[in-house]
């Protein structure tokens, strides 16, 4: 049974009206998005660790400007997404402290390594793609803080997956080494870019009460297919394999037939035993502490300035 505040939210819900942070909303529903605007947030920020690993290590001046970029707008994400957590009354303080106590999560996907040049390709053209493919569809989310930071996101996600395509590119054409290079990426890359989509819908605990909300717009695996649909036709272009057998045009459902990845290993990895795990968690929490000193030397700065105005 819903309390009249529940069905007068609700109403507003089905009715595609914004939330906003000052209005009514159920428990439930500021719990979610803290959990997954949170946990989108903690992923742009541990995701500039595999690619700011390679800043140093670009081939050109262009392609490492082109990077550097790309990784600061992911601090940039991570802080509007920080921004819109906190209009639903939780601090920024509160959230890194649950990211790096390990009770918070991050995607699954960086916990994986960039061993090379052709990586960083990878992540940009599969990582990325399957970012868009989910963000884009949450710019209609219900509450408005977040559909408002997913638009601007969004716009810069795509110049990501191109810049990832681009360098995909000219790997596959390339020496045969560099191919050779581009499809290794496309065959560690391509299950774990899978599993960014969240487990299959059966397992997918929040998706029902998440998608009556309107806080998310698809299932996770309708997202997953429309990626595997619109990515094999880019491997194609490239001349690289998806590592799937069972890949499959099938013209009756008018999308392909393919393999679902490993999900014990993506459980284990959630658990925290992925190739990288540690080392994630531990850069973040070096950067905690290696902030420290500036963090003291800003609030001593405002409590002088405070001790000033009283005088
Ligand atoms: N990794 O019931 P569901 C980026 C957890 S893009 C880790 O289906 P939900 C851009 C889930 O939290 C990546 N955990 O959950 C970039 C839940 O556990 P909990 C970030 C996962 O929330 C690119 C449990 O499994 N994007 O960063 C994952 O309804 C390149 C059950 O799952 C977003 O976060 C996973 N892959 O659906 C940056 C998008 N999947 O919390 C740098 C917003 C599931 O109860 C470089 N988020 N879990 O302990 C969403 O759309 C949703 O949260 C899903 C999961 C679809 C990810």
Redesign the pocket.
């Known amino acids: 049974d819903m309390s009249p505040e529940e069905v007068a939210f609700q109403d507003k819900v089905d009715a595609d009206i914004k939330i906003e942070p000052r209005d009514w909303m159920p428990d439930g529903y500021r719990k979610t998005l803290i959990?997954?605007i949170g946990?989108?947030a903690h992923?742009?920020i541990v995701?500039?660790l595999?690619?700011g690993n390679w800043i140093a290590r670009a081939p050109t001046l262009e392609r490492k400007m082109i990077l550097l970029a790309k990784v600061q707008d992911?601090a940039g994400?991570g802080l509007y997404l920080y921004s819109a957590a906190e209009t639903l009354g939780v601090t920024r303080d509160e959230l890194t402290e649950a990211l790096l106590s390990g009770k918070m999560?991050?995607?699954?996907?960086?916990n994986y390594p960039t061993l090379n040049w052709a990586d960083i390709g990878a992540?940009g053209w599969l990582?990325?793609g399957?970012?868009i493919m989910?963000?884009v569809p949450?710019q209609r989310t219900s509450y408005g803080p977040y559909s408002r930071a997913m638009i601007r996101i969004c716009k810069e996600?795509s110049f990501?997956q191109r810049q990832g395509y681009d360098i995909m590119m000219k790997m596959a054409q390339g020496t045969p080494e560099q191919k050779k290079m581009a499809q290794d990426a496309l065959n560690r890359f391509w299950y774990p870019s899978l599993?960014?989509?969240?487990?299959s819908d059966a397992?997918?605990?929040?998706?029902a009460q998440?998608m009556a909300w309107k806080i998310?717009i698809n299932t996770?695996d309708e997202?997953r297919q429309k990626f595997v649909d619109q990515t094999v036709p880019q491997a194609e272009y490239l001349g690289l394999t998806v590592p799937d057998e069972n890949l499959k045009w099938n013209e009756e459902k008018g999308g392909y037939d393919f393999s679902e990845p490993d999900w014990s290993e993506?459980f284990d990895v959630?658990k925290g035993n992925g190739p990288c795990n540690n080392d994630r968690l531990n850069a973040r929490v070096n950067a905690w502490e290696d902030g420290q000193w500036v963090r003291d030397g800003l609030l001593a700065h405002a409590e002088k300035k405070a001790a000033r105005k009283v005088a």
């Open positions: 959990r997954q946990q989108h992923s742009e995701g500039q595999p690619e992911e994400h999560k991050y995607s699954s996907i960086f992540v990582v990325d399957a970012a989910n963000q949450l996600e990501h599993m960014m989509f969240g487990p397992e997918s605990v929040h998706s998440s998310k996770n997202l993506f959630l």
